[in-house]
């Protein structure tokens, strides 16, 4: 299993640009979630899907769209780029059994730079 | 809303010392899980340790173990016999028992372990 993976590694965007950041899992986990993370602050839920088409928003969803066609994909769009959005990104997936959470698993991460 | 706060920005050890992490909590709710998070330089996410509200028994994992004051919201996490390879950040978080994946971070730690 390639576990939780995150593309690309490393972006740079120009204010107002748009783009998308991937997130797929190979482990069949109902569960998603994006984050961010800034210096200082750890890190912030931005939104989270508990399974195919169902999406909520977490601590600090605005700038920030995501939808959840498939189990295995959750991207992150960002339609309209600020600097405020320089970040890092991580995406996690998880399963859920008897109301009990597991593990999350996250993929390795997405620095975003927004000039 | 819930909130997370680690009062220790840096703190250091010695090798095969012993180090305590301090993370406090604010909720009204009673039923919750709580997480620590180790974050190495590679910026992988990794689970140390994992604590249900609902168990009075403190959860231990090998050298990693916690203390849960549930009355004082406090969640700290013992390093025993640190390691070099322990040298990371250390995120305290916060998840509801009722809700399905809205996870609440602290600010971190960040934990040297000298020679």
């Known amino acids: 299993n390639a576990g939780v993976t995150q593309t690309p590694k490393f972006q740079v965007l120009k204010t107002g640009q748009s783009m998308t950041l991937q997130c797929a899992q190979d482990m069949n986990h109902e569960y998603m979630s994006w984050y961010r993370q800034d210096p200082g602050m750890g890190l912030r839920l931005i939104h989270y899907s508990v399974g195919a088409g169902i999406t909520d928003q977490g601590e600090v969803p605005n700038g920030y769209n995501v939808s959840r066609s498939t189990t295995e994909d959750f991207p992150l769009r960002l339609l309209s780029a600020a600097p405020s959005q320089t970040s890092v990104y991580f995406c996690?997936?998880?399963?859920?059994?008897?109301?009990?959470?597991?593990?999350?698993?996250f993929g390795p991460g997405t620095r975003l730079l927004v000039l | 809303a819930q909130t997370v706060t680690q009062s220790q920005p840096e703190m250091s050890v010695q090798e095969a010392e012993t180090v305590t992490l301090s993370c406090t909590y604010d909720t009204s709710e009673n039923n919750y899980y709580l997480f620590w998070y180790k974050q190495p330089p590679s910026r992988q996410m990794i689970l140390v340790i994992r604590q249900e509200a609902y168990k009075q028994q403190n959860a231990t994992e090998n050298r990693f173990s916690v203390n849960f004051q549930k009355a004082a919201k406090s969640f700290s996490l013992k390093i025993s016999d640190s390691q070099l390879g322990d040298t990371a950040m250390y995120f305290c978080?916060?998840?509801?028992?009722?809700?399905?994946?809205?996870?609440?971070f602290g600010a971190g730690t960040r934990l040297t372990v000298k020679p």
């Open positions: 978080a916060f998840m509801r028992a009722n809700n399905n994946n809205d996870m609440r």
């Open positions: 996690a997936s998880s399963r859920r059994r008897d109301r009990r959470p597991e593990t999350q698993y």
